[in-house]
């Protein structure tokens, strides 16, 4: 049974916005890091956010900062990831993950476990 359960994917146009969440209650609150990669096809996955739930510090790929927040509500232990004025390279299915702690959830080899994804497209 998976353990982590992303949803909210869409399509949407070109300066539209979307919010994913990644439910994570099988796992206990520790110290481990949570994040977002994406895939597009034919390309490598990749890190586009990532948070410490336990103390909330962040970190963001150069492609996404500004435009996409992660957060993480520690009473329902749901992963958001809020994308704003996305662009028709944002295009990709999008993952949840949690990593090794002291890690900074933006590598795959930071990678203990993911989610089964969620597709967005953008339109131009």
């Known amino acids: 049974q998976a353990q982590l359960v992303e949803s909210g994917g869409g399509s949407v146009q070109t300066g539209g916005s979307l919010t994913l969440s990644c439910e994570t209650s099988?796992?206990?609150?520790?110290?481990?890091?949570m994040g977002w990669f994406r895939q597009a096809p034919g390309k490598e996955r990749e890190g586009v956010a990532s948070?410490?739930?336990?103390?909330?510090?962040?970190y963001y790929s150069d492609s996404v900062k500004g435009r996409f927040t992660i957060s993480f509500d520690k009473t329902k232990k749901i992963l958001y990831l809020q994308m704003n004025n996305l662009k028709p390279e944002d295009t990709a299915m999008y993952y949840c993950?949690?990593?090794?702690?002291?890690?900074?959830?933006?590598?795959?080899?930071?990678?203990?476990?993911w989610g089964q994804g969620t597709q967005v497209t953008v339109s131009s």
């Open positions: 948070t410490y739930p336990a103390h909330g510090s962040t």
């Open positions: 993950a949690r990593g090794w702690y002291g890690s900074a959830c933006m590598s795959t080899g930071d990678i203990l476990d």
């Open positions: 099988r796992y206990p609150l520790t110290s481990n890091c």
